[in-house]
């Protein structure tokens, strides 16, 4: 049993357009989430936690001064508020096609800018303000760099020369007419703990425990588990066709000339393998969902 007779861990989830997604990731990690469209306050299965929707950009803020014990948030907005928290996991997905998101640093086609020192005096527009100054430090360039509340891809080159924007694949850029002069940094989602909370034993433990099952939550993304029976001497053949997330599970089974494979692969693999595996007379394929792999 918990320590804890009277407190509740505050725990931030990002409202907006994270807002799904971050209660699909704690259902998917055992933790019942419902949100009202008329409350900022969801409604979770777990009477020990009291969960707040706050903006992904002021998690961290909110983390650092107490006023939540956790949240969700990421990197690029822990660097940008310059908070003082404790980065207790990074949870980046399973699948190599989930890519960080970037911050680049981007110019009209037509711009005759062509790298970052071509930035002196010159102006740019960017929500992340801080992250941009660090950045144009680093390098040695002074430019006055301004807030955008919106809409920063079509400022240039009429209200400013440069924008500093987040990005997954380059495709809004691309149809402003822009291009990528440089990242300016790479972000990942990040579970954040307040220093106080994180010293508290009970507090502590129930972070830890959060952290635990949203990883394994997130290594299961995109990943299934597959059973199968083959003959003993069959089985090299089946292992070498399968790719898995460690060596794969062999057991005995009744009639001694055959073996059960149990292993865990990448979901949009699984109809490239199956034909090959029935082709050596592999049976009793079942493929079975993942909700958590914990390591």
Known sequence: MSDNLTGKLKLGLP???????????FRQAGYNISFS???????IDDEEIECTLIR???MARYVEKGVLDVGLTGKDWIVENNADVVEIVELVFSKQSRRPVRWVLAVPETSPIQKVEDLEGKR????????????LAEHGVKAHVEFSWGATEVKPPELVDAIVEVTETGSSL?????????????????FIA??????????????DDLAMMLSGAMAAEGRVGLMMNVRKDKL????????SLQNPTVSPLADEEWVAINT????DIVRNIVPPLKSIGVKGIVEYPLNKIIE
Do not use: C
């Not at 740019?124 to 950045?135: G, H, K, S």
């Not at 106080?196 to 972070?207: D, R």
């Not at 090299?236 to 790719?243: D, F, G, R, S, T």
């Open 174 to 190: 691309r149809a402003n007419k822009l291009k990528i002069l440089d990242v300016v940094m790479q972000s990942t989602p990040r």
């Open 124 to 135: 740019i527009a960017t929500e992340a303000v801080n992250l941009t100054r660090q950045f």
């Open 15 to 25: 409202a907006g357009s994270l807002q799904e997604s971050a209660g699909r990731l």
């Open 236 to 243: 090299p053949e089946a292992v070498a066709i399968l790719p």
């Open 194 to 207: 307040n220093n106080q909370s994180y010293q508290e034993s009970w507090k502590k433990s129930k972070i």
């Open 264 to 267: 865990i692969i990448e979901e």
């Open 37 to 43: 469209s008329r409350s900022y306050h969801p409604v």
């Open 56 to 58: 992904a950009q002021e």
